[in-house]
């Protein structure tokens, strides 16, 4: 299987700051990489699949990047909104193995 | 817009099968990929396998020998049955339909606890 090894775990931060969350694969993935965002008690969110493509709707304050095996999800200005946990997720092949999660709290 | 909604018991015996339904609204279930991912409480996710409308099946090699993924095209749902559980199973199960490929899960039901527990 392909593990999908996120960093940090949790981060702290202000509203307005820019966050970076790192997504490294265990062999390389091509851009088969998505980025889910989840709040408590709430089913997760599609945010950006093929490592960069915003999903509709999604805004524009979020982005993502790379291929290979080293992907970033970037907020640009966190808003109050944007706390939650954050996972990736390879869409490689099977299993669809998600990364550990990164949770978002308020500094 | 397509609407997910999760069915079945929220209580399980241990040793005995786990079994969910997922109804879909608002849209065919033919042409998407359906799948099945499970969360722990307080942990992360878990891909459990997916389902073609056709029938062709994928599931996650740790829990294939235990679960079955069907479709029934004429009620738009499908199903997910996972045998012999244990404690280890209790999740909140969630039923998702995937966008442009098997993974990327536009739609997602609002999840249901399943509680393993005699």
């Known amino acids: 299987d392909i593990q999908m090894t996120q960093s940090p775990s949790s981060l702290s931060a202000s509203v307005g700051d820019r966050v970076t969350i790192t997504c490294r694969a265990s062999?390389?993935?091509?851009?088969?990489l998505n980025w889910y965002q989840q709040k408590p008690g709430k089913a997760p969110k599609l945010l950006i699949y093929a490592a960069s493509t915003l999903q509709g709707g999604v805004p524009s304050r979020f982005s993502g990047s790379g291929s290979g095996t080293d992907f970033t999800l970037t907020i640009s200005s966190l808003q109050p909104e944007d706390f939650a946990t954050y996972y990736c997720q390879q869409s490689y092949g099977a299993p669809g193995t998600f990364g550990g999660g990164t949770k978002v709290e308020i500094k | 817009q397509v609407q997910l909604q999760e069915s079945g018991p929220g209580l399980v015996k241990p040793s005995e099968t786990l079994s969910l339904t997922c109804a879909v609204s608002g849209g065919s279930i033919s042409g998407y990929y359906w799948s099945w991912i499970r969360q722990p409480p307080g942990k992360g996710l878990e891909w459990i396998g997916y389902i073609y409308y056709s029938g062709n099946t994928n599931y996650n090699p740790s829990l294939k020998s235990r679960v079955t993924i069907s479709v029934d095209t004429s009620k738009n749902q499908f199903s997910l049955k996972l045998s012999s559980v244990t404690a280890a199973d209790t999740a909140v199960y969630y039923c998702a339909r995937a966008a442009t490929s098997e993974y990327d899960y536009e739609y997602w039901g609002q999840g249901t606890l399943v509680i393993v527990s005699s």
């Open positions: 062999q390389s993935i091509s851009s088969f």
